[in-house]
């Protein structure tokens, strides 16, 4: 398992660490804050140092959406400040990134929430593209952070986390396919994984993903 190379302490003076769950303006705590914060320390404490400070000068572009488990609705406020993404010559989005956690990765693989946040976070260190309209180019931003996410060491989680994607898009073909019996179509399985692995891989295009 990757080393640490710097505190919780500097992640949290940094901006990176996101608010607890429990309010107000106490120390980082992962051990009580739950699984999904346990992860974002670890991924955070250890990642290398150039992707770290293209993640720190973003602290104030993206906002961490990680619901509590026991949340049934919630009125979440998003500022207006955030990133434009120039999709064609004269069509350009600005948005907010969120970086959602599913509260169903507290009851997940530690290899898989592990692999979970250090992708989301490589999405935005790369500043892809999170409306993605080309499925092509979807597929490759997904390999882009895959591989990033292996570079700093996570490789045997990644490895997990597309092999879990991979039985659960199986799983909802075959659920698919109960509906559509006689049909010759066929869900095609992702090359690379960024749906949600704990939540029956559901596609999805990320928004803050």
Same mark, same amino acid.
């Given at each position: 398992?990757?080393?640490?190379?710097?505190?919780?302490?500097?992640? /949290? +003076?940094?901006?990176?660490?996101?608010?607890?769950?429990?309010?107000?303006? /106490?120390?980082?705590?992962?051990?009580?804050?739950?699984?999904?914060?346990?992860?974002?320390?670890?991924?955070?404490?250890?990642?290398?140092?150039? /992707?770290?400070?293209?993640?720190?000068?973003? /602290?104030?572009?993206?906002?961490?959406?990680?619901?509590?488990?026991?949340?049934?609705?919630?009125?979440?406020?998003?500022?207006?400040?955030?990133?434009?993404?120039?999709?064609?010559?004269?069509?350009?989005? *600005?948005?907010?990134?969120?970086?959602?956690?599913?509260?169903?990765?507290?009851?997940?693989?530690?290899?898989?929430?592990?692999?979970?946040?250090?992708?989301?976070?490589?999405?935005?260190?790369?500043?892809?593209?999170?409306?993605?309209?080309?499925?092509?180019?979807?597929?490759?931003? *997904? *390999?882009?952070?895959?591989?990033?996410?292996?570079?700093?060491?996570?490789?045997?989680?990644?490895?997990?986390?597309?092999?879990?994607?991979?039985?659960?898009?199986?799983?909802?073909?075959?659920?698919?396919?109960?509906?559509?019996?006689?049909?010759? *179509?066929?869900?095609?399985?992702?090359?690379?994984?960024?749906?949600?692995?704990?939540?029956? +891989?559901?596609?999805?295009?990320?928004?803050?993903?």
């Amino acid at each position: 398992m990757c080393r640490p190379k710097r505190t919780l302490h500097d992640v /949290s +003076v940094d901006n990176l660490y996101p608010p607890s769950p429990f309010g107000g303006l /106490s120390d980082p705590d992962p051990e009580r804050e739950g699984t999904r914060y346990q992860a974002i320390a670890h991924i955070l404490t250890t990642m290398p140092d150039e /992707s770290y400070e293209k993640l720190k000068g973003m /602290s104030s572009a993206f906002i961490w959406y990680i619901p509590d488990r026991d949340l049934f609705g919630q009125i979440y406020p998003v500022p207006t400040a955030g990133m434009t993404v120039q999709h064609s010559e004269h069509l350009s989005f *600005e948005y907010t990134p969120i970086l959602y956690l599913s509260p169903l990765l507290e009851k997940t693989a530690w290899d898989i929430v592990l692999a979970s946040v250090g992708h989301e976070l490589a999405h935005l260190i790369l500043a892809h593209k999170l409306l993605a309209f080309d499925e092509e180019e979807e597929r490759k931003q *997904e *390999e882009e952070a895959d591989n990033l996410v292996c570079r700093w060491g996570y490789e045997k989680q990644i490895k997990k986390h597309r092999a879990t994607a991979r039985m659960l898009w199986t799983k909802q073909q075959r659920k698919m396919e109960a509906f559509q019996e006689g049909s010759s *179509e066929r869900l095609t399985p992702p090359r690379f994984t960024c749906q949600q692995v704990s939540s029956d +891989v559901v596609r999805r295009r990320h928004i803050g993903h």
